[in-house]
């Protein structure tokens, strides 16, 4: 989470500002209302999370309790870039509608507060609750500033604070710092869980290039078990935003864990990335015999992503921060900076001797499709043609199909046009936003076509699934095997989608389907 460095009312959500003020009893700020936002301006998500005003980064302590999602956030409320960090905070009871709560964690004298994981402590191993009521705990990382300006290297350690209120207010530890640090110049943001066979809690914490695996019995005393990651995958740039989680193959009885690192820069395209590993974890270490480089999403725009704790079904739902370090504090919005992707369910499958991680919407988001004018069709392609449609910059355009030789085009009457282009010759799926909108704002955004290696699709039919929101595009191909999520700014909105057939025979899309996407504001 290192930086490099008409009015519409919002019917169902009550939105505040938070001063900087706070309750001598705990953390929670004194509320103050805020001016409504919008949510009209230029470029705003209309189906994805983003804050009411102000810059937003990584997504921290996505935890699932009493029926509500919560998803705290990397938050600066004085500017639209990057500042001194605090816990924004939003709760859902469906993952697509949000509801924006008060400021969570403020700074204090142990530093900002940057990235780290919350969970239920429902045995009330930390004593600040009961088991009546057990407490949320969040795990943050301090980053003293002071420190960090003086030239010192152990200005990162690691916080606690709970809540017993399901997330209303928060109260500090007050033994913080609960892990020092011994000269580590990035060590941050912990994403902790129990792990039911060795009955403790673990922490999966990054240290500059690498993993450190640390345990403990009640979250306020830790010790340090077991390092991953030294000369293992993707080491362009520091690791950060951890996560270790257990999933079954699917179609089988098969157990493996999946490792999230995030890397800056030394992304696929580019900047920011997130890499994952699959392996074991015994408790103490986690191994892995993976040689490949492999990625989340090969798209510039999704980083820091982590999943929730303690989800209904035990379903692994990653969220990730829909921009790039690259470019994110000069994208070209004005009261507001910075989305998240859609809520996504991880799956693990076995491609011949490989496992790969798929992500893929939630299944809530069908609730939001629009069915009234929806196109839904068998078009042949023989060469080129147009599909106008009035809401293609808020629209989901799903079909099948068994070629791999077309381009998608997004255009409006600008001649301004996103490109997706299928290249069978190459086994590379392209993304490019050259021409898309507004890319000059910095020469990092469109200097380069994206590519995606798509040499495992499968030979036979497979879906085409691209979500479009005012100022991103998400591509899922086969149901999440490939992905890529991107942000574009159009001068207006996109209203014509071409489509091309490079193949020899005639491209079939078997039940195609362009649909609005409802808004959740």
């Known amino acids: 989470m290192i930086p490099f460095r008409k009015i519409v009312p919002l019917f169902f959500i009550p939105l505040f500002i938070v001063s900087c003020k ?15 936002a919008t949510y009209e301006e230029p470029y705003r998500p209309q189906f994805h999370f983003s804050p009411p005003k102000y810059w937003m980064n990584d997504p921290n302590g996505l935890v699932y309790h009493q029926g509500v999602y919560h998803l705290f956030y990397q938050y600066y409320p004085e500017d639209i870039e990057w500042g001194p960090m605090h816990w924004g905070h939003a709760t859902s009871k469906d993952l697509l509608k949000w509801e924006h709560r008060p400021i969570a964690l403020f700074p204090d004298e142990h530093g900002y507060i940057f990235s780290g994981s919350a969970v239920v402590d429902s045995a009330n191993t930390t004593g600040f609750g009961t088991e009546a009521n057990p407490p949320l705990v969040a795990i943050f990382t301090y980053h003293d500033p002071e420190g960090e300006k003086d030239g010192k290297k152990d200005f990162q350690t690691q916080g606690i604070a709970y809540s017993l209120d399901n997330g209303d207010s928060w109260t500090k530890y007050q033994g913080n710092p609960v892990i ?4 580590i110049k990035d060590f941050r943001d912990p994403k902790v869980f129990w792990d039911d066979r060795s009955e403790k809690w673990v922490m999966a914490l990054v240290a500059g290039d690498h993993l450190q695996l640390w345990g403990s019995q009640d979250l306020k005393s830790w010790h340090k078990m077991s390092e991953f990651g030294r000369g293992k995958g993707a080491h362009g740039g520091v ?40 392996g074991d974890f015994d408790g103490e270490r986690f191994t892995s015999d993976q040689t490949e480089r492999k990625w989340i999403d090969l798209g510039t725009d999704n980083y820091a992503g982590v999943t929730y704790n303690n989800a209904p ?22 009261t507001w900076r910075s989305a998240m992707t859609l809520p996504r369910t991880l799956s693990l499958q076995k491609m011949g001797a490989e496992y790969t991680l798929f992500n893929y919407p939630v299944s809530q988001l069908s609730e939001l499709v629009e069915t009234g ?3 839904d069709k068998v078009l042949e392609v023989a060469t080129k043609d147009t599909i106008p449609f009035d809401h293609l910059n808020q629209a989901q ?6 070629s791999k030789d077309y381009v998608l085009s997004f255009k ?9 282009t299928m290249a069978n010759t190459q086994q590379l799926f392209l993304l490019d936003r050259v021409v898309s909108g507004k890319t000059d704002f910095k020469e990092a955004f469109a200097n380069t076509i994206q590519q995606m290696p798509v040499d495992q699709l499968p030979e036979g039919e497979y879906e085409v699934r691209v979500l479009v929101d005012r100022s991103s595009v998400e591509v899922f191909l ?7 999520t991107a942000q574009v700014f159009p001068s207006e909105h996109y209203n014509l989608l071409a489509v091309e057939n490079t193949g020899a025979s005639p491209l079939e899309m078997k039940a195609l389907k362009i649909n609005k996407i409802k808004g959740i504001w």
């Not at 355009?397 to 068994?402: E, G, L």
């Not at 409006?412 to 997706?420: D, R």
């Not at 086969?478 to 890529?484: A, E, L, P, S, T």
Request: hydrophobic share 35%; proline share 6%.
């Open 22 to 36: 706070q309750n001598k009893k705990s953390d929670t700020p004194l509320k103050q209302e805020m001016p409504v």
């Open 180 to 183: 020092g640090n011994d000269g």
């Open 239 to 278: 690791w950060e935003c951890p996560d270790l989680f257990k999933l079954k193959v699917a179609g089988t009885e098969e157990e493996k864990w999946v490792l999230l690192i995030s890397i800056n820069p030394g992304g696929p395209n580019g900047g920011s990335g997130t890499q994952y590993f699959v």
């Open 313 to 334: 079904n035990d379903e692994r739902i990653f969220i990730g921060w829909m921009s790039n370090w690259a470019y994110a504090q000069d994208t070209p919005t004005d």
């Open 373 to 375: 004018d929806a196109q």
């Open 397 to 402: 355009i799903a079909f099948k199909t068994t």
């Open 412 to 420: 409006n009457t600008m001649g301004e046009e996103l490109v997706l």
């Open 478 to 484: 086969n149901k999440g095997q490939y992905v890529m």
